[in-house]
T-cell receptor
């Protein structure tokens, strides 16, 4: 049981490049989330999903897109990376029967030059 | 979403009990109070959750007064490994809820 995994762990992009971050969970959780955390700050919600095939905007969705084609995977895409998107990205999942109890992945450290 | 206020930082020494208080004056009837712990370079980890009175688990205790406008996370006999950021969150107890992580409380445990 790996819990929540994230790929890749580190990535450096140039401004304007695109990339996709992958989140996978093996706990059969219905809900999944993408957060970003800037140095010394709390987490801010980017997008989330309450089920396969559904997504919704969070607090800071601009510049990001997401997809949830399979229940266990939640993808975060950056179409044209900007230096302001330099951050640590965390994915989390949550079971329907345990509201507000989220399980987090180890994070992806992204630097945009 | 109910807004929470908690101290930016706290210092303690090994073996002491640490109490972190969170204020949430506009908590709604359906809101639960949840605390997370985050170590450097790691994702947050669920610690404890409660609605009213007192909740205790193997890690911490959570005290919630009758008016529910505040809550106190109590860590018994802290060790150096308890040095972390602690977040207090309040949200409608529905899955898919948008939790708001504020700045948290940075706890430093000294030897």
């Amino acid at each position: 049981n790996a819990g929540v995994t994230q790929t890749p762990k580190f990535r450096v992009l140039k401004t304007g490049q695109s990339m996709t971050l992958l989140c996978a969970q093996d706990m059969n959780h219905e809900y999944m989330y993408w957060y970003r955390q800037d140095p010394g700050m709390g987490l801010r919600l980017i997008h989330y999903s309450v089920g396969e095939g559904t997504t919704a905007k969070g607090e800071v969705p601009d510049g990001y897109n997401v997809s949830r084609l399979k229940k266990q995977n939640f993808l975060l895409g950056l179409e044209s990376a900007a230096p302001s998107q330099t951050s640590v990205y965390f994915c989390a999942s949550e079971a329907f029967q345990s509201p507000d109890t989220q399980y987090f992945g180890p994070g992806t450290r992204l630097t945009v030059l | 979403l109910a807004k929470t206020t908690q101290p930016i930082s706290m210092d303690s020494y090994e073996g002491q009990e640490v109490n972190i208080t969170c204020s949430h004056n506009n908590i709604a009837t359906n809101d639960y109070i949840t605390w997370y712990q985050q170590f450097p370079s790691q994702g947050p980890r669920f610690i404890i959750q409660g609605y009213k009175t007192k909740v205790t688990n193997e890690v911490a205790s959570l005290f919630i007064p009758a008016d529910r406008k505040s809550s106190t996370l109590s860590l018994p006999r802290v060790s150096l490994s308890d040095t972390a950021v602690y977040y207090c969150l309040v949200g409608d107890h529905n899955a898919g809820n948008m939790l708001t992580f504020g700045g948290g409380t940075r706890l430093m445990v000294k030897p």
